[in-house]
């Protein structure tokens, strides 16, 4: 389960296209190899290796945005330099204990930090943190709580900065009432005709209505602020130490916008607790692990704690079920769509990965008053 970085080789169109792009970036050295990542179901995402004079190898991440998904790519590279330069600065002056590395985008030529390729796209390129590894599946209660205080550390690294510099790249993303509209708008157009497979699917999701609207409300009320958050805390954008297998930093800030901290608290439950793989077929191994939950309540509160509101807090546990059936909503919409929106590896794919989503959304309702409890004795023992 665990990786220092899955890649593969490029074709030599590819390769091409890559070493190009890369040749762009203020990058010291010599391009010698690109491989293409592995991860994310988004954008395009590659490791290459530079050499320097001295012979000695360094590596960086280059992304292609894709923009079909991030309509407006240069606001999402004005959001990321915001948030990374106020990061870089925060822990270089002041918050050292809150993470030794950081990530940080390289010039390009133009003078910005992206630059266009061939054919098309904006890249952008960042330092690749040797000597880290990331998990798909979280081992052990270790690692959930280190987790937690990395997307803790997070929110309260951006907790300062003035909303008004990072623009909302991608509208209502988190938003479950027009998720769940839009997973009914799918259901009438049936444009590919699999609407009559997913019955049991959506008599689910149409039996969990009641839920779309509880964050929305409170957000109405007043009760529940809008901060900036990070938007796709699933545990494989935690970097770890090889060694000390302690969090060093998350990655993935594309979708930093204004949110909710319980929507990234819930992308937290949803991806950690459970040891299946997203795509999972076999339901039977999709499993809420309550003590992975505590230690991610403890992580993400040993570091977060103080900027948290109460009601923040008793909507912890219920924030993992809302997320859960969230990205359930949103794997089966693009199944009924045609798989247009998550890339795909098999047919069938985006409905796998919508049943595990549900299949964990119903674990954790049934566990949900004893999940609140912890996270409300552990706020209160702070
Ligand atoms: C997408 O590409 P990746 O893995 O970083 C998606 C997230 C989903 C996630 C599900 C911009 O993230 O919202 O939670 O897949 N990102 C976008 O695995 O839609
Ligand atoms: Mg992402």
């Not at 012979?55 to 407006?72: A, H, P, S, T, W």
């Not at 950081?102 to 930090?113: E, M, N, W």
């Not at 007043?222 to 130490?241: S, W, Y």
């Not at 901290?261 to 459970?274: I, K, P, W």
């Amino acid at each position: 389960m665990q990786s220092d970085i899955h890649t593969q080789a490029l074709v030599s169109e590819a390769a091409a296209l890559v070493e190009g792009v890369a040749d762009q970036f203020a990058i010291e050295g010599q391009y010698v190899a690109g491989e293409e990542v592995n991860s994310g179901h988004i954008n395009s995402t590659f490791l290459v290796t530079f050499e320097l004079e001295s012979g000695e190898r360094r590596r960086y991440i280059l992304q292609r945005i894709n923009e079909n998904v991030f309509k407006d790519p240069l606001a999402v590279m004005r959001n990321v330099e915001c948030v990374t330069s106020h990061i870089n600065w925060k822990v270089l002056r002041k918050k050292r204990g809150l993470g030794g590395q950081t990530l940080s985008l390289y010039p390009h030529k133009t003078g910005r930090f992206y630059g266009s390729g061939e054919g098309g796209g904006i890249w952008r390129c960042y330092n690749y943190l040797e000597g880290c590894k990331t998990y798909d599946v979280v081992e052990n209660a270790r690692q959930a709580y280190e987790a937690g205080r990395a997307f803790g550390a997070f929110q309260n690294l951006v907790s300062d900065l003035p909303p008004g510099e990072i623009v909302e790249t991608i509208p209502d993303f988190h938003n479950t009432r027009k998720r769940f509209d839009a997973l009914m708008g799918a259901v009438e157009e049936d444009r590919h005709g699999r609407v009559a497979s997913v019955q049991s699917e959506l008599d689910f999701v149409r039996g969990s209505e009641g839920i779309v609207d509880r964050l929305l409300e409170l957000v109405d009320r007043g009760l529940l602020p809008l901060r900036i958050t990070h938007n796709d805390t699933k545990i494989n954008n935690v970097l770890f130490d090889q060694e000390t297998d302690e969090a060093v930093c998350v990655i993935d800030l594309d979708t930093v916008m204004p949110g909710l901290s319980l929507y990234d608290f819930g992308d937290l439950v949803r991806t950690a607790t459970n040891p299946a793989a997203e795509d999972e077929r076999d339901l039977t191994k999709v499993k809420l692990r309550v003590r992975i939950f505590e230690s991610l309540v403890e992580g993400y509160l040993a570091s977060a704690g103080q900027v948290l509101t109460e009601e923040e807090v008793l909507q912890m546990a219920f924030s993992g079920r809302l997320i859960s059936l969230e990205l359930g909503m949103r794997f089966l919409t693009d199944h009924l769509n045609g798989d247009e929106y998550f890339r795909i590896a098999r047919e069938g794919q985006n409905l796998d990965r919508a049943r595990t989503q549900l299949c964990l959304a119903r674990q954790i309702e049934e566990s949900e008053e004893e999940m609140k409890h912890y996270a409300l004795k552990v706020a209160n023992a702070r």
